[in-house]
T-cell receptor
Framework: DAGITQSPRHKVTETGTPVTLRCHQTENHRYMYWYRQDPGHGLRLIHYSYGVKDTDKGEVSDGYSVSRSKTEDFLLTLESATSSQTSVYFC?????????????FGSGTRLTVV | DAKTTQPNSMESNEEEPVHLPCNHS???????IHWYRQLPSQGPEYVIHGLTSNVNNRMASLAIAEDRKSSTLILHRATLRDAAVYYCILRGDYGGSQGNLIFGKGTKLSVKP
């Protein structure tokens, strides 16, 4: 997807290990979001950022932390991965949170916790 | 955010028009109607959005009912690449979560050759 990349694309990790997913954008958008997608639940917001060092919790934030030290990078960390965090993770960016603006999503990271 | 209702699935033939309906009877006056789609194994992709008037872009058209309680996404000539889950989402300036997009289950569109 133009302007937004996620890494890694796939990861398998063991229960209890820390994991960091990276979202990188080249659009200079202020707002960035982390979602997870699971069968039967659709996409749910984990955390979001409204500027460098400005972040807040979303609907399903337990077990996750985020950091944003630069405009272009938004990191999602699972401090101690659990099997319930096996999911597909999507990052999104937006120029504005206003209702007249759309989001651009990354291609996703498929995380498996064994 | 106000709730939307979409059919679980629809089928279409290739090169024919497709009309994807969405009901949103509790829409408020400032809610925008957004459509996204998600192709298999990809992230959601913005399609179109509108407030009151019908909207057209290179991907699709959005027809909004006069009372705004329903809308229809129109794909003018479906291709195999249009097979995806289509989400109708209402976005308003409700504050909190900085304008979070709330996804429902969407409509799974199948396109037959």
């Amino acid at each position: 997807d133009a302007g937004i990349t996620q890494s890694p694309r796939h990861k398998v990790t063991e229960t209890g290990t820390p994991v960091t997913l990276r979202c990188h954008q080249t659009e200079n958008h202020r707002y960035m979001y982390w979602y997870r997608q699971d069968p039967g639940h659709g996409l749910r917001l984990i955390h979001y950022s409204y500027g460098v060092k400005d972040t807040d919790k979303g609907e399903v934030s337990d077990g996750y932390s985020v950091s944003r030290s630069k405009t272009e990078d938004f990191l999602l960390t699972l401090e101690s991965a659990t099997s319930s965090q096996t999911s597909v993770y999507f990052c999104a960016i937006s120029e504005s949170p206003g209702s007249n603006y759309g989001y651009t999503f990354g291609s996703g990271t498929r995380l498996t916790v064994v | 955010d106000a709730k939307t209702t979409q059919p679980n699935s629809m089928e279409s033939n290739e090169e024919e028009p497709v009309h994807l309906p969405c009901n949103h009877s509790t829409i408020s006056g400032t809610d925008y109607i957004h459509w996204y789609r998600q192709l298999p194994s990809q992230g959601p992709e913005y399609v179109i959005h509108g407030l009151t008037s019908n909207v057209n872009n290179r991907m699709a058209s959005l027809a909004i009912a006069e009372d705004r309680k329903s809308s229809t996404l129109i794909l003018h000539r479906a291709t195999l690449r249009d097979a995806a889950v289509y989400y109708c989402i209402l976005r308003g300036d409700y504050g909190g979560s900085q304008g979070n997009l709330i996804f429902g289950k969407g409509t799974k569109l199948s396109v037959k050759p």
